[in-house]
């Protein structure tokens, strides 16, 4: 057994030591001062910030920006710990509206690195630069703004030095940063210079048009284009911006960006809101790509939880996960084939006007999408449920023998298609999905639009056709539950016992009832009826442990919409079915008219559009 230490005495620390302790929570690395720095710009109003570096920021970082500028008087003042012109009471704190309100960062830099302060106010005879190490104050020469220039990163701590990476390294997490405030920013300039060069530049896009912009020069043009619009708003919270769609899904998460009232945060509420909308879309382990805004009162968000400002709380972090889950599920229940259509039609509006005789009829292009499904049979927002799922069984059954005992499902629509050919070839050019003209090896249907070549995987649409049906009836009836003839116990945390007992309304709701045995027991007596047959205590942990993070209803959804995909994958039409033209082209316009109709049940693509482009190019025509 070691000897007890002797008792030191208990005594103030200096203040250089305590401020070096401060830095190793704010300033992990150069990107943490790049961070710190950019964000006090933005707060002084700034409309155009350049970095430069050298040795990946650990030589030098100086940020300049054309914001309002510092005092002489206040240049000193500036580097103390616990200094700032951002909050002046409690009640400032509780409501942040600035990137930083801490004032902390300037002094935990100035304890760790050679750091000067140059600055100049609006109306000033000259600018001002402090040195960070004597604190002397000399006249200089700079526009209005303020320059920060911090030498030699670590230098008085020698070891923190030994746990940086290279310099290459290092610079990709200094650009990563500024992107953070670049995506956020559009109405500012950043430049970023390493070495002299310019490594990364985006010119400011002021006004509602820079917003997507912005997104197309940070994150390029093709995100953009693979990703849909969000403004979705649920009582206080705000959120804006884009998601990516399936396809779009990447390995690694490193295309997630999340903001706070204008502030970048790792979440996991937000993150795990918004993996939980691609659940029913997305294929394997892949990771989706998003760039959404939460804007909210600043009173239901607590911003000072970490030195860092990267982490929040929420006071309410349910109706935050409520709110990003279904603003990226209502974002991509609308089909890819609709968006075509849109941009389609947009593109013939902005056309120069041809002439009567040989225009086509345009008419049909002012029908809402609801109207064009029902004269198909395939609105989801007024159909009967009982005639949708005859039409589905058409493609349930066995394939006919002779064509005159076909389906009377598929027999009715190959009535209408062929005692209303005018409005056929009328309304031929708006389907988005085009008209079927062939089917190969009985797995693939091919279509022709006004792009060109539309494949269509058969089996995987249909799947999701039957899967959103199955999901529509349950949706319009209650969650039933079923008593267990025997209780199942099993041995709870009593972080369990206690969510079981605080939200027993809310398991109720969602067909479960769980209650307490004893001190460090549960039994389970109740459990929706549609899950009656799997694991109740694997259920009962699961919801409890969500409720105890997030929102436990996904749950019990996730549970069920696995039953319904079994059934949807069983029900759907299969391999080497031989379809008419008329089944293909019915099975063409329920993809239409189905929410989230390009992924099947597995997240799989169900379609593909190869343009004339593409196909041009297979030919080597126009060369």
Not at 154 to 168: I, Q, V
Request: net charge negative; glycine share 6%; hydrophobic share 40%.
């Amino acid at each position: 057994m070691s000897e007890p230490l002797p008792r030191q005495s208990i005594r103030e620390l200096p203040d250089v030591l305590i401020s070096q302790i401060a830095a190793g929570e704010v300033v992990e690395r150069p990107a943490s001062v790049v961070r710190e720095l950019v964000d006090n710009a933005i707060d002084a109003g700034a409309r155009q910030i350049t970095l430069r570096l050298l040795g990946g920021g650990i030589r030098l970082i100086a940020v300049e920006d054309d914001g309002c500028g510092i005092p002489a008087e206040e240049l000193a003042v500036a580097l103390k710990r616990h200094a700032t012109s951002k909050i002046v009471s409690l009640q400032d704190l509780e409501s942040v509206a600035t990137m930083g309100f801490r004032g902390e960062a300037l002094a935990a830099i100035n304890s760790v690195s050679e750091m000067s302060l140059l600055s100049r106010i609006e109306g000033a005879s000259s600018a001002f630069v402090l040195d960070g190490q004597t604190g002397e104050v000399k006249p200089a020469a700079r526009a209005t703004g303020t320059t920060v220039e911090v030498k030699e990163l670590f230098f008085s701590t020698p070891a923190r030095r030994h746990f940086l990476k290279s310099e290459n390294t290092e610079l990709a997490h200094c650009i990563e940063a500024v992107r953070r405030h670049a995506l956020v920013r559009p109405e500012v300039s950043f430049a970023i210079w390493h070495e002299g060069k310019v490594v990364a530049q985006w010119r400011s896009h002021p006004g509602e048009a820079g917003w997507n912009q912005r997104l197309a020069d940070v994150l390029g043009e093709e995100f953009v284009a693979s990703s849909v619009n969000i403004d979705f708003r649920s009582g206080p919270v705000h959120v804006r911006g884009r998601a990516g769609t399936p396809d779009a899904a990447r390995a690694r998460a490193d295309q997630q960006f999340a903001y706070v009232n204008g502030r970048f945060v790792r979440d996991k509420v937000i993150t795990h809101g918004a993996r939980s909308a691609y659940e029913d879309v997305l294929h394997g382990h892949r990771q989706p790509v998003y760039v959404l805004y939460l804007q909210m009162d600043p009173t239901r968000v607590d911003v000072n939880v970490h030195p860092t400002k990267i982490e929040v709380r929420f006071r309410d972090s349910r109706e935050v996960h409520q709110a990003m889950r279904h603003a990226i599920e209502s974002a991509l229940a609308v089909p890819r084939a609709q968006l075509l259509s849109t941009t389609s039609a947009i593109a013939q509006s902005n056309a120069p006007s041809i002439a009567p005789s040989t225009a086509p009829s345009l008419a049909p292009a002012q029908n809402t999408w609801a109207q064009r499904g029902m004269a198909f049979g395939t609105s989801r927002l007024h159909e009967d449920p009982a005639r949708a799922m005859a039409d589905l069984k058409a493609l349930w059954s066995t394939p006919p023998q002779v064509e005159e005992e076909s389906p009377a499902g598929f027999s009715s629509a190959k009535t209408q298609w062929q005692t209303a050919p005018a409005v056929a070839s009328q309304g031929e050019h708006e389907w988005p999905l085009g008209r079927a003209i062939a089917q190969l090896q009985g797995v693939y249907i091919l279509a022709e639009n006004t792009q060109g070549l539309v494949v269509v995987d058969m089996h995987a649409a249909h799947e999701r056709i039957v899967y959103e049906r199955l999901k529509q009836q349950l949706d319009t009836t209650q969650i039933t539950s079923q008593p267990l003839l025997i209780p199942a116990s099993f041995s709870a945390t009593p972080q369990e016992i206690a969510t079981a007992e605080s939200c027993a309304d809310v398991l109720m709701q969602l067909g479960l009832e769980v209650s307490a045995l004893s001190a460090k027991t549960l039994a389970v007596r109740a459990v929706p009826t549609s899950l009656a047959q799997g694991d109740c205590v694997e259920l009962a942990r699961s919801v409890l442990a969500e409720l105890a993070q997030h929102d436990a209803a996904t749950v019990v959804q996730r549970a069920q919409n696995e039953i319904l995909a079994t059934m949807a994958c069983h029900g759907a039409v299969r391999a080497n079915r031989k379809l008419s033209l008329d089944e293909m082209n019915a099975l063409l316009r329920q993809m239409e008219a189905t929410e989230r109709s390009d992924q099947c049940n597995h997240g799989r693509p169900t379609w593909r559009q190869v343009g004339m482009r593409e196909l041009d190019a297979l030919f080597l025509r126009g060369r």
